[in-house]
């Protein structure tokens, strides 16, 4: 089963930026996609950003405009651009990569922004 390592996250100040990416453990032949959910300290997690196998992406429309998700197929990596960062983005953010019937997810990584 490949597994997903993520890195990028830290502490940054309101209306910084801040790159996540999220790399796979193995080569894999397909994917349906991949993306970014986070989770706030007592809440749900909830999807970020996703970019299909076809290129196609999809946001939250809280991060619309300021995040971007991007993918390497030569490496089987994902990003996840974050500019102008709010207090609001606080939280962990997990990698996830849905292929065939599953969802793998990475360890999470916390991403804190100060005002």
């Known amino acids: 089963q490949v597994q997903l390592v993520e890195s990028g996250g830290g502490l940054v100040q309101a209306g910084g930026s801040l790159r996540l990416s999220c790399a796979a453990s193995?080569?894999?032949?397909?994917?349906?996609?991949m993306g970014w959910y986070r989770q706030a300290p007592g809440g749900q997690r909830e999807l970020v950003a996703a970019?299909?196998?076809?290129?196609?992406?999809n946001y939250a429309d809280s991060v619309k405009g300021r995040f971007t998700i991007s993918r390497d197929n030569a490496k089987i990596t994902v990003y996840l651009q974050m500019n102008s960062l709010k207090p609001e983005d606080t939280a962990v953010y997990y990698c996830n990569l849905n292929y065939r019937a599953l969802n793998v997810w990475g360890q999470g990584t916390q991403v804190t922004v100060s005002s």
């Open positions: 193995k080569s894999i032949f397909a994917f349906n996609a």
């Open positions: 970019i299909t196998s076809s290129g196609s992406t």
